[in-house]
């Protein structure tokens, strides 16, 4: 992170980090600069070091500035999607031969991109419960380049220890990635904690207002994010200049929105314990969950994001789903709009049948920033 904000408290740099007023104008908010090609003045003579928008846009500069700020990063990158970015990442790291440890509740799309495109390149996977270290360690063999956590998990809310898994991953020479996305950095910063990249769906609650789709790559070494952003031009799925302004305008509010999120979940899980058409609630806030202080210790708060069970298996579950009304039955999650969907046919359909496969009685809610009171009603109806 630039010297300028590493001072600052997380709030101040949400807002300010990459923000810096527009030298031509004054204007307060990094103007969007839709444009592809910049004037050189003689061959050359570049104003500003900007060439070409794939290379660097000055719009998307203030974002990548911004994240890696917020994550205390070194070099941050914005691209098209979270899974442009994960594949940027994979294929600047990886080569035929070299093996990865995955966690085995990734996120469908990332199981998917291991599973069905890295592989074919040459590249094999070992899935890990990465909950436990043992098995962790035990994943790890003489070809593996890097380790890929995920916690919180999707959907089952599973609860790594970072700092543990840093461990092992220096131990044996191999990178650490983190996909922090359902923490967002407010309540969680993984680089501090040993990891060697971030990675981010900026889509859920960096953006949150379910407007736009985009991802991120934040590095803790320069030379890495270097290297990175070699491949991001060489491979071109960059973060357009309006979806880049659109992130950042999320991000002025991403502090407030996670205590509000973290806030109306407590609540929301309180109910959900006692009611008695639930079987299980999965959230790392609940002492009984098995991750609980290794999530106290490392998160901020315990965030938006909660799972469950119900009574009467998947049929029950899907008709939970399709009854709520506050809650719109949707994929993905983050925003500032509550979200309701079931992994089993949504979300994770691309893992069935694999060792990441999710109960069918799973329902998973994406918790917003409604009046928590119209929330409950709404869960407590489409419970019956
Ligand atoms: C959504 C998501 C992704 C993929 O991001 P896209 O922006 O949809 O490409 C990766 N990881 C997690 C945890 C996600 O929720």
Redesign the pocket.
Known sequence: MSDQHSHQSFETRAIHAGNTADPLTGAVVPPIYQVSTYKQDGVGGLRGGYEYSRSANPTRTALEENLAALEGGRRGLAFA??????DCLLRTLLAPGDHVVIPNDA?G??FRLFAKVVERWGVDFSVANTSDIASVREAVNDRTKLIWV?TPS?PLLGITDIEAVAGVARQAGVKLVV?N??ASPYLQQPLALGADVV?H????YMGGHSDV???ALVTADAALGEELAYHQNAMGAVAGPFDSWIVLRGIKTLAVRMDRHSENATKIVEMLTQHPKVTQVLYPGLPEHPGHEIAAKQMRSFGGMISFRVQGGEEAAVEVCNRAQLFTLGE???GVESLIEHPGRMTHASVAGSALEVPADLVRVSVGIENVEDLLADLRQALG
């Open positions: 999607s979270g899974l442009a970015a994960e996120y799309g990332t995920e999707n996909d996305t359902f990675v769906s900026l889509t859920k789709v985009g991802g993905s999650l983050g």
